[in-house]
């Protein structure tokens, strides 16, 4: 089914408006509040939109690989009620910046306009190094027990350059359409993409 473009940047605008509003309501007092909010945030990551994307299932793995980092540090900081609360903060801007990220690659999906790399580039300036931030800080309280994030887009086409020892732009063509999947085939979040889309193909077809 065509959706003409001018509509899905309407709608992509009215949802972030709307996420926008939300965001400027009172900042949870509390840690039981902080993960709730944590819970709706969670929602922009994995939800679905109108084209796949390597970089979406990169801020599923690094959800799921910080989320047990902060459980982790929620309990090794339980008799400290003030430290648990600020670590609480702390993953739900992790978990925000990651949705920032996610929703300025929508953007950059549907701008048509020659400066949409730079605006793009902007929007994600910020959340990526909010993310690095608190990675490092929860790196650092864990040690050896911090949960790896999973290597992104960037660090798996390297990667497969360096092993085949071909050049990088014959590498990233291959790349193209839905071949990016092959270097996920590690990622439980990839599969579950897969069941998704798998279960609207079926529904679409029973129509």
Request: net charge neutral; no cysteine.
């Amino acid at each position: 089914m065509y959706i003409p473009t001018w509509l899905i940047i309407i709608v992509a605008i009215v949802i972030f408006i709307i996420w926008k509003s939300k965001k400027k309501f009172e900042r949870p007092a509390n840690v039981e509040d902080i993960e709730r909010n944590v819970q709706f945030l969670k929602e922009r990551i994995f939800e679905r939109v109108h084209f796949d994307s390597p970089h979406f299932i990169d801020y599923q793995d690094a959800f799921d690989a910080m989320e047990i980092n902060y459980l982790r540090l929620k309990q090794r900081f339980s008799h400290t009620p003030e430290k648990v609360l600020e670590i609480a903060e702390d993953w739900r801007k992790y978990v925000e910046s990651l949705g920032d990220s996610k929703h300025a690659r929508v953007m950059l999906d549907v701008d048509l306009e020659d400066s949409a790399w730079d605006r793009a580039g902007e929007r994600m300036k910020e959340p990526f190094i909010i993310r690095e931030e608190i990675e490092k800080k929860f790196k650092s309280l864990l040690g050896k027990d911090w949960q790896n994030i999973p290597p992104d887009y960037s660090k798996r086409f390297e990667s497969v350059a360096k092993k085949s020892g071909k050049d990088a732009s014959s590498i990233h063509l291959r790349m193209i359409g839905d071949n990016w999947k092959k270097l996920y085939l590690d990622s439980e979040n990839l599969f579950k993409l897969e069941e998704k889309r798998g279960k609207e193909q079926e529904k679409e077809s029973n129509k």
